[in-house]
């Protein structure tokens, strides 16, 4: 037996890695979340700090020149200005952000992220204020550690506080379900929400060719569901090295003789596959793979 | 086009221009959110909701399509978050926080208030003593910067000025950084909470040493009483503000080392949920005091009317907190 046609597999997926959660809505049905991962949290967050940190960055030159500009008069209203934009960045940006229906930060959002609550309730204003509160301790004291620089014994105090503040920045990468600190005092989690386009049926396309191509019964049954998703990746994926690869295993496997393109052939035989499955799960029996009969 | 073949074709053709409707409402909902939606599209959503849940739990049984299920699945779930996030009207839920929900948080925790104020009593009364038998404990408590000369080797005249000598300018500039840094403080307070509650008890002492320190040093040059009335006008707001802010971060910290018999994360979250209403009302509260520092302290020299300022506002907090007043529930009884 050859290897494992799943050889063309994209990374672990996400139902293989532990990441789906189970939510059931109140009609019953599970939704299967699946959180974000610790890569994806951080490259989130980073976008969200560097935008802050270009919003504050603009605005003290905004302000600094509108206070060049005219000098005195209104030089406490800007200081005033700057000092609420500065409190706001730090911690009213999360909380707004989150508070709106998408509830998530731009950096979120970019990444098809949102914030959730664990219980698979309405997300509450007190429980994105109690998330993002924690930001003091995750990110705000380890940075106040950083940026101190001392020697001696003061430089151990230092380096103590600042492991045991890094414990609560690092916080996501030691529970199961990527909480961060904030996470878990707000029972909220983060969780992919992407948008996703509803691609063409490849079964539509595919049966143009149902004439052509007449596969025999114990052809069509040489695989299981799961060779047939492996092969609905390959197909839209469309790389030309990969279908050939795929197509001259399948070619073989089910010894067809034929030489039509390697697109055609697939799709061709992803439709009868397919159809075939469904109709034997219509009558009850899933096949897993190609060794469940 | 060929007739479909497939049972699951044929069902995803009758279904798509549905969920594409969907899709595109929630689309437009993310981009300018719910107020862009007349009242037709709203009601039609949870409509399309279910249609395409149970899409979703027929596509799962019978379709082999995988991309049609993540996309039934992540069209769900998005919907889901929409039609059963909270979403009431911003003043109700404003006026909802100002009724009930504050005073109620602030209630709950009046044990951890209690602690975090004895706390802090217990830090100005140990340095109080401690600076007055021996005037360098002074340097210990308050850090150099802060003291603006304020320090057991001034003159009497000096710290005299200090208290009504008000610089009359940039007064409100001095209140907004009075209420950004206080507010920081405070939710540094909150998040401490979580430490196991140590770290937020550390603060509250250290804040009430500062506290007695001063009153030392002022006492000794017969001043304690001038120095009350320059505190006080704000502190009962902020000292309060703090108090209550260190509480909910002790609330956090007992449910995390004692969650009783739920399990430890659901403790959390609620103790966190709890504590978090409170911390909204106590950057309120430090917006008040902001201003009472920054300008209302500059501006009334007088002792009696600082006093009179000052007990107003504790009692006017303590009564809005504390009052018995009736529950909603009951009310309807």
Redesign the interface.
């Known amino acids: 037996m050859p290897p494992s046609d799943a050889r063309a597999a994209p990374a672990l997926p996400p139902e293989k890695s532990g990441r789906v959660r189970s939510l059931v809505t109140p009609e019953g049905v599970d939704l299967h979340l699946v959180l974000a991962d610790a890569g994806e949290r951080a490259t989130a967050f980073l976008l969200d700090a560097a935008i802050i940190i270009g919003c504050l960055i603009a605005a003290s030159i905004i302000i600094l020149l509108l206070a060049l500009a005219i000098q005195g008069v209104a030089m406490e209203l800007l200081g005033i200005l700057w000092l609420f934009v500065f409190f706001g960045l730090r911690n009213v940006y999360f909380i707004a952000f989150e508070l709106r229906t998408g509830a998530a930060t731009p950096g979120k959002r970019a990444l098809g992220l949102r914030v959730a609550s664990r219980d698979g309730g309405p997300l509450t204003a007190d429980a994105i204020f109690a998330r993002n509160a924690i930001r003091e301790i995750e990110v705000y004291l380890p940075l106040t550690f950083l940026l101190t620089q001392r020697t001696g014994v003061d430089g151990w105090i230092v380096l103590a506080g600042l492991t045991w503040s890094g414990i609560f920045a690092l916080f996501p990468l030691f529970n199961r379900d990527r909480l961060r600190a904030g996470d878990l005092m707000a029972g909220t989690w983060v969780v992919r929400a992407p948008k996703r386009r509803l691609l063409a049926d490849l079964a539509t396309s595919g049966a143009d060719d149902r004439a052509r191509f007449a596969f025999s019964s114990a052809q069509i049954n040489a695989y299981g569901v799961k060779e047939l998703h492996v092969l609905e990746d390959v197909i839209r994926r469309g790389q030309a090295q990969v279908e050939a690869e795929v197509a001259e295993r399948i070619r073989r496997k089910i010894g067809w003789t034929g030489s039509e393109p390697d697109r055609e052939f697939l799709g061709a035989y992803y439709a009868a596959l397919r159809g075939r499955l469904e109709t034997r799960l219509l009558f009850g029996h899933r096949r897993k793979d190609k060794f469940d009969v | 086009?060929?007739a479909?073949?497939?049972?699951?074709?044929r069902f995803?053709q009758e279904r798509?221009a549905d969920?594409?409707q969907l899709?595109r409402l929630l689309?437009r909902?993310?981009k300018e959110?719910?107020a862009a939606l007349d009242d037709r599209q709203l009601l039609s959503i949870p409509v399309l909701y279910?249609s395409a849940?149970?899409a979703?739990?027929v596509a799962r049984?019978?379709?082999?399509?995988?991309?049609?299920v993540?996309?039934l699945?992540?069209?769900?779930?998005?919907a889901?978050?929409?039609v059963?996030?909270?979403?009431s009207h911003p003043l109700e839920?404003i006026r909802q926080f100002f009724l009930t929900d504050w005073p109620n948080a602030a209630r709950a925790l009046w044990r951890e208030t209690a602690a975090a104020g004895l706390l802090m009593l217990l830090g100005t009364v140990i340095s109080y003593v401690m600076v007055l038998h021996d005037a360098d404990w002074f340097y210990a408590f308050v850090p150099g910067a802060m003291t603006g000369g304020r320090d057991p080797t001034a003159t009497t005249a000096f710290l005299r000025s200090t208290l009504y000598g008000g610089q009359h300018?940039?007064l409100?500039?001095f209140a907004?950084?009075l209420f950004?840094h206080n507010?920081?403080i405070a939710?540094?307070a909150?998040?401490?909470g979580?430490?196991f509650c140590l770290p937020s008890g550390f603060l509250m002492i250290y804040n009430g040493c500062s506290l007695g320190a001063l009153f030392a040093v002022f006492v000794e040059k017969g001043l304690g009483f001038q120095l009350g009335g320059w505190l006080f006008i704000h502190g009962t707001t902020e000292l309060f503000a703090v108090t209550l802010a260190g509480a909910a971060g002790f609330r956090?910290g007992w449910a995390l080392a004692f969650p009783g018999e739920r399990a430890r994360?659901?403790a959390?979250?609620?103790?966190?949920?709890?504590?978090?209403?409170l911390?909204?009302g106590v950057v309120i509260m430090l917006f008040v005091a902001g201003l009472l520092e920054g300008l209302g302290r500059q501006l009334i020299v007088n002792d009696w009317a600082r006093y009179a300022i000052a007990a107003t506002m504790i009692v006017a907090w303590s009564a809005y907190f504390y009052w018995p007043r009736r529950e909603a529930s009951d009310a309807a009884v």
């Open positions: 086009m060929p479909p073949i497939l049972k699951s074709q995803r798509e969920w594409s899709d689309r909902i993310d959110g719910p279910r849940l149970s979703l739990s049984a019978t379709s082999l399509d995988h991309q049609l993540e996309y699945e992540s069209l769900c779930a998005r889901y978050f929409f059963y996030g909270a979403r839920r300018e940039a409100s500039l907004a950084f950004t507010a920081q939710i540094f909150f998040a401490l979580f430490v956090v994360a659901e959390v979250g609620a103790a966190g949920r709890q504590g978090a209403i911390m909204f």
